[in-house]
């Protein structure tokens, strides 16, 4: 970079500001958020974040699949854009920062830019992806995926909700369904500001995350079926219980990622038991194992043997048992070239930090895949994430947001 630009810091006092400000769309009931994707609550936090981007002499494009982009012109116009953010939607008991943090600090880069007067050969443009969480519609990550190519557009349409709603239908009702088609714009470079989600930083007492690298992951959905009994009059050695097979398997997951310690991860966060009466022994239950790693390898070696051991379980206990594979990808490496723009930002700016392995799925995830990608991490409170306590500190959102400002201007170059 520059010299001219060896001290550029972003407002933090109005990152903050605007952090809360959106954190007033969508309140949870124990001060978190619950803004999900494609509720009237999301559609506002949209038009809020539009209103902001406008105020930055922005222009908006939209998506068929209801991606945003604001845009602040560079000095070429056939230089390719960089690109910079997360999402604005959050889990039913979600955290404040948890995807906002990403897109309101891409926000304030614009507004920098705009304070110090600063222009840059290469646009910058800040996205706020639909549907990241996958929390109302399975899977997560869905809109960056149709971008990335890795899923269909029309079969993304026609997820659905609990209630029998299709993404469709909800993006065109909310009134955020785009004309533009979905992955034809081209990128010099993604950046991906995020808290951990994690308890790494915070223990290590690091400012700065540097993540060179995404855990892949494996769904697989498995029912277990007995025989529904009362629980009053079946003897011990003649029932079916489909809820003791579902305990030996949880105890077999648990097992099979600690043998693979200390990346590799596993646990069924998703059970639903049925009759689900207390006096009904269960006659089948359904649960969903997440197995996680860095390394391929031994991800298919977890899921293999999970498979293996859950079957030989069922069977000694006369239970049937089926599996279904609903969701996953590949680890991820991110861009070295990204990455290492990343770490020198921490490093002109005097921050501490170390590598991080994201243990969490995100947009930058799937758009490594069409363009040079990188993230950059900031502690959260106690590593805890996806839950209305999850809490950051004014001056972590401020550190995440300078690397990332200066990690983005290396990238755009400054046009003296």
Same mark, same amino acid.
């Given at each position: 970079?520059?010299?001219?630009?060896?001290?550029?810091?972003?407002?933090?006092?109005?990152?903050?500001?605007?952090?809360?400000?959106?954190?007033?769309?969508?309140?949870?009931?124990?001060?978190?958020?619950?803004?999900?994707?494609?509720?009237?609550?999301?559609?506002?936090?949209?038009?809020?974040?539009?209103?902001?981007?406008?105020?930055?002499?922005?222009?908006?494009?939209?998506?068929?699949?209801?991606?945003?982009?604001?845009?602040?012109?560079?000095?070429?116009?056939?230089?390719?854009?960089?690109?910079?953010?997360?999402?604005?939607?959050?889990?039913?008991?979600?955290?404040?920062?948890?995807?906002?943090?990403?897109?309101?600090?891409?926000?304030?880069?614009?507004?920098?830019?705009?304070?110090?007067?600063?222009?840059?050969?290469?646009?910058?443009?800040?996205?706020?992806?639909?549907?990241?969480?996958?929390?109302?519609?399975?899977?997560?990550?869905?809109?960056?995926?149709?971008?990335?190519?890795?899923?269909?557009?029309?079969?993304?349409?026609?997820?659905?909700?609990?209630?029998?709603?299709?993404?469709?239908?909800?993006?065109?009702?909310?009134?955020?369904?785009?004309?533009?088609?979905?992955?034809?714009?081209?990128?010099?470079?993604?950046?991906?500001?995020?808290?951990?989600?994690?308890?790494?930083?915070?223990?290590?007492?690091?400012?700065?995350?540097?993540?060179?690298?995404?855990?892949?992951?494996?769904?697989?959905?498995?029912?277990?079926?007995?025989?529904?009994? &009362?629980?009053?009059?079946?003897?011990?050695?003649?029932?079916?219980?489909?809820?003791?097979?579902?305990?030996?398997?949880?105890?077999?997951?648990?097992?099979?990622?600690?043998? &693979?310690?200390?990346?590799?991860?596993?646990?069924?966060?998703?059970?639903?038991?049925?009759?689900?009466?207390?006096?009904?022994?269960?006659?089948?239950?359904?649960?969903?194992?997440?197995?996680?790693?860095?390394?391929?390898?031994?991800?298919?070696?977890?899921?293999?043997?999970?498979?293996?051991?859950?079957?030989?379980?069922?069977?000694?206990?006369?239970?049937?048992?089926?599996?279904?594979?609903?969701?996953?990808?590949?680890?991820?490496?991110?861009?070295?070239?990204?990455?290492?723009?990343?770490?020198?930002?921490?490093?002109?700016?005097?921050?501490?930090?170390?590598?991080?392995?994201?243990?969490?799925?995100?947009?930058?995830?799937?758009?490594?895949?069409?363009?040079?990608?990188?993230?950059?991490?900031?502690?959260?409170?106690?590593?805890?994430? &996806?839950?209305?306590?999850?809490?950051?500190?004014?001056?972590?959102?401020?550190?995440?947001?300078?690397?990332?400002?200066?990690?983005?201007?290396?990238?755009?170059?400054?046009?003296?």
């Amino acid at each position: 970079m520059a010299a001219a630009g060896e001290n550029l810091k972003i407002n933090a006092e109005r990152l903050w500001d605007s952090l809360m400000e959106m954190a007033k769309i969508g309140p949870g009931v124990a001060g978190g958020n619950n803004r999900q994707t494609l509720t009237d609550e999301d559609a506002e936090g949209r038009m809020l974040f539009q209103s902001w981007c406008k105020e930055a002499g922005c222009s908006m494009g939209l998506d068929q699949m209801g991606n945003m982009f604001a845009r602040r012109e560079g000095t070429d116009p056939d230089a390719l854009p960089v690109y910079v953010g997360s999402h604005l939607d959050t889990q039913p008991t979600g955290g404040k920062y948890d995807g906002v943090l990403g897109v309101l600090g891409g926000l304030e880069i614009l507004r920098s830019l705009n304070d110090l007067g600063i222009k840059t050969r290469h646009p910058v443009i800040v996205t706020n992806w639909t549907n990241e969480e996958g929390t109302r519609f399975a899977p997560a990550m869905l809109a960056s995926g149709v971008f990335a190519g890795l899923h269909d557009q029309d079969w993304a349409y026609g997820r659905v909700d609990a209630k029998g709603k299709t993404f469709g239908d909800e993006l065109t009702r909310i009134g955020w369904r785009g004309d533009e088609p979905v992955g034809q714009r081209k990128m010099k470079a993604f950046f991906e500001l995020h808290i951990e989600q994690g308890p790494i930083l915070e223990a290590e007492g690091k400012d700065i995350g540097v993540v060179t690298h995404g855990q892949g992951l494996s769904w697989t959905e498995v029912t277990i079926t007995g025989k529904d009994a &009362h629980t009053g009059s079946t003897p011990m050695p003649m029932r079916k219980d489909a809820g003791l097979g579902l305990a030996h398997c949880l105890e077999l997951v648990n097992q099979i990622a600690l043998s &693979h310690a200390p990346h590799a991860v596993g646990a069924a966060g998703h059970i639903d038991v049925f009759p689900n009466s207390r006096n009904v022994i269960p006659g089948k239950v359904v649960f969903t194992v997440d197995f996680r790693s860095p390394d391929l390898a031994v991800i298919e070696d977890m899921e293999t043997r999970f498979k293996a051991g859950a079957q030989a379980i069922c069977d000694e206990m006369g239970l049937g048992v089926t599996f279904e594979k609903t969701g996953g990808f590949d680890p991820v490496t991110f861009d070295e070239g990204c990455v290492s723009a990343v770490r020198r930002a921490a490093e002109r700016l005097g921050y501490s930090h170390m590598n991080l392995i994201s243990g969490a799925g995100h947009d930058a995830c799937w758009i490594n895949r069409v363009a040079p990608t990188a993230m950059v991490m900031c502690p959260c409170v106690g590593g805890l994430s &996806h839950n209305e306590a999850e809490e950051i500190t004014k001056d972590w959102a401020a550190a995440g947001a300078n690397v990332l400002f200066h990690a983005v201007v290396e990238t755009a170059g400054i046009v003296e």
